[in-house]
């Protein structure tokens, strides 16, 4: 009893709409089995799929499904753990928090700084104040490094702290075992079942949705503290790129700060050198892992 309201509790945890379906479910089951056509009005394929799928309706020996546990399902549906699991996907669903949105809207506000002389002068101006004793102290290319060696440390922080890899993983591997139902199913030449899969797949697109909210969350606050910095470096460019001096690098030699490497301007390809390296060194050692996991 105790597993089946816990597999109901799961069920609507995922999607809160199961909580509607299990009760027509349990509104339409003549002496305890139901068929798919007594609820294909209100179900979808998808969610009578999940239902067989989580043992909640078991296949009888005709062509119906019974209710594995219909006091366990009634007991899940009326207690407070199906609200609590209602309202925590609602939660879920709801989008970033304000502090997210207002970091995308400052990120998007910064980018004008590209495009905007007097946007640009005046965070260029300010961040001087903070980098401008570096710049004073060091060569230029070992300034673009520091800045490098600190943009990849933040960011891989950031990562490893917004961005839920148990949740992308759990999406993945949800994705994954809808595939190979999939494959079964049409090996087996099960056409409803088949027909069933494909709609289930077609409604878990939202997850997709979900797993890119995920790994962009932490690119706003990423964004955020690195454009200030390409602005910074953009205006010493333009206010003093002949008296920045060259660098050698890979490749092409001495260039200097004002030509281009590989289409790029000769400062942005030198920071994303020395930030591509660096930060694979800091994850190394930090141990720290920003791919979907799935334990």
Request: with cysteine; aromatic share 10%; proline share 3%.
């Amino acid at each position: 009893m105790a597993r089946v309201a816990t597999k109901v509790e799961d069920l609507i945890h995922e999607d809160p709409a199961m909580a509607d379906a299990l009760q027509v479910v349990l509104d339409r089951a003549d002496d305890g089995t139901v068929e798919w056509s007594d609820v294909d009005d209100e179900l979808t394929s998808g969610q009578w799929g999940r239902l067989i799928e989580k043992g909640v309706l078991r296949s009888t020996s005709g062509d119906g499904f019974a209710i594995q546990d219909r006091v366990a399902v009634e007991e899940a549906l009326s207690g407070d753990g199906a609200k609590e699991a209602q309202a925590a996907a609602a939660d879920e669903d709801s989008g970033w928090s304000s502090y997210d949105k207002a970091a995308g809207i400052g990120a998007l506000g910064m980018m004008a700084g590209y495009m905007l002389p007097d946007v640009r002068n005046a965070i260029g101006q300010t961040l001087d104040v903070v980098v401008g004793p570096l710049n004073e102290a060091l060569p230029f290319y070992a300034v673009v490094l520091v800045l490098a060696m600190v943009t990849g440390l933040y960011s891989t922080l950031l990562q490893a702290n917004l961005m839920d890899t148990e949740k992308m993983g759990e999406y993945q591997a949800k994705a994954k075992e809808i595939q190979n139902r999939l494959k079964d199913a049409k090996e087996r030449g099960d056409d409803a079942a088949v027909e069933r899969i494909q709609q289930e797949q077609m409604e878990a697109m939202g997850d997709q949705m979900g797993m890119m909210k995920e790994q962009f969350r932490p690119m706003v606050w990423i964004m955020l503290f690195t454009i200030p910095v390409f602005l910074w470096l953009y205006w010493m460019i333009l206010e003093n790129g002949g008296s920045l001096g060259s660098v050698t690098m890979p490749l092409f030699g001495e260039v200097q700060w004002t030509q281009t490497a590989f289409l790029f301007p000769a400062w942005i390809f030198w920071y994303f050198v020395c930030s591509m390296g660096f930060t694979q060194v800091i994850r190394k050692a930090l141990n720290i892992n920003t791919t979907p996991s799935t334990s």
